[in-house]
């Protein structure tokens, strides 16, 4: 089973190699909560460091889309 939903997030901190982004829900009961942080890594783009900080600056909001596999183990 594959689910999929849609959050958003802040930018919080970027040095330029990495981003960490504090996650907000925007649907069901999680609309409005702090979901968690996750980090962007610069090497998974074509960016530099500073088109990544351009790219990505502390303050930005995100819209981010996340997809869920869940499987028997």
């Keep these: ?3 999929s939903k849609r959050v958003e997030g ?3 901190y ?3 190699e990495f981003a960490e982004v504090q996650t907000i829900g ?3 009961i999680e609309q409005g909560l702090v979901l968690g ?3 962007i890594y610069r090497c998974n783009t074509e960016n530099m460091p500073e ?3 351009r790219r990505f600056p502390v303050g930005a ?3 981010i889309g996340t997809s869920t596999e869940i499987t028997a183990i």
């Design 61 to 63: 909001r995100l819209s």
């Design 51 to 53: 088109d990544f900080q």
């Design 1 to 3: 089973m594959v689910t």
């Design 37 to 39: 942080t996750i980090q």
């Design 26 to 28: 925007i649907e069901g």
């Design 14 to 16: 970027n040095d330029g």
């Design 10 to 12: 802040e930018v919080e």
